[in-house]
């Protein structure tokens, strides 16, 4: 099996995360048989190779627009970006607590397992940036009280999807990017997709930009492979999306584990 790729882009519509996942996760139920996404309508499903997500209406505007994915690795705090020289802002997690971002108002968010919905900030920042579409991609049993409380509270603007990417090391901002890139956009930057660099221990405190600090999932003796996710999801996203400007503006970061100094 690829430490990349769910299934390959013939075989992922027919997957345990295909279409009918996408679709399933409208009416999955608990234990109890309650219907966990009652007030989510019935909505027509997208496939291409990458990607299998909810239709939205929105999802039209994206279409030849210049999009910025922010990721929470620290080239996203320490490279000088605009929000205004973009068309729309994508970003994932913990983004609401990011001085820079948690007045503006985002078009997408991908909603990770780490979140508490119920904390302030996030409750704060979706109760008054009413135009922010949230992505979910996977409901675990253990998360389903949870998200049943966040599409009764947001559902019209929530979405379920599911990525042919699966690449654990590099998290859920290489997601991102690749739902991104599917909307057709012209041009995609991105910053925060960082992995990890030879001066930080894989196992302790690194810097972070939604978090100020946290410990990078993996341990120290896979640092060439955390190395060779990056440097294939690179190479991924510029084979794949070959008629979309692609830039990572992180890599001009020391930070970044694909730095460069331009």
């Not at 627009?65 to 929470?72: A, E, F, H, N, R």
């Not at 119920?118 to 979910?136: G, P």
Request: with cysteine.
């Amino acid at each position: 099996m690829s430490p990349y790729f769910y299934a390959s882009k013939e075989n992922f519509p027919d997957t345990g995360r295909g279409i009918n996942f996408v679709a399933l996760m409208l009416s999955a139920e608990t234990q109890k048989g309650v219907t966990i996404f009652p007030a989510v309508k019935p909505r027509s499903v997208i496939c291409d190779e990458e990607y299998i997500y909810q239709d939205l209406q929105e999802f039209e505007k994206f279409k030849d627009s210049k999009i910025l994915v922010v990721c929470g690795g620290p080239s996203a705090k320490e490279y000088d970006w605009d929000f205004n020289d973009y068309d729309y802002v994508f970003s994932c997690n913990h983004f609401y607590k990011m001085d820079k971002l948690k007045e503006e108002e985002i078009a997408v968010y991908f909603l990770g397992n780490e979140v508490n919905i119920n904390e302030e900030d996030f409750t704060n920042y979706f109760n008054k940036h009413k135009q922010t579409l949230i992505a979910v991609e996977e409901i675990s049993q253990g998360e389903q009280i949870r998200l049943k409380n966040l599409v009764n509270t947001y559902s019209d603007r929530v979405f379920t999807c599911s990525s042919r990417w699966q690449a654990k090391l590099t998290g859920m901002g290489a997601k991102v990017i690749i739902f991104a890139l599917c909307l057709e956009p012209r041009e995609v930057h991105y910053v925060g997709l960082d992995g990890i660099t030879e001066e930080f221990s894989t196992d302790g405190l690194v810097p972070h930009s939604f978090e100020k600090s946290k410990i990078f999932r993996k341990t120290k003796e896979n640092r060439e492979e955390i190395l060779e996710h990056y440097r294939f999801f690179e190479e991924h996203i510029n084979s794949t999306f070959i008629d979309t400007k692609i830039k990572n503006l992180g890599k001009t970061s020391k930070y970044n584990c694909l730095y460069e100094n331009i």
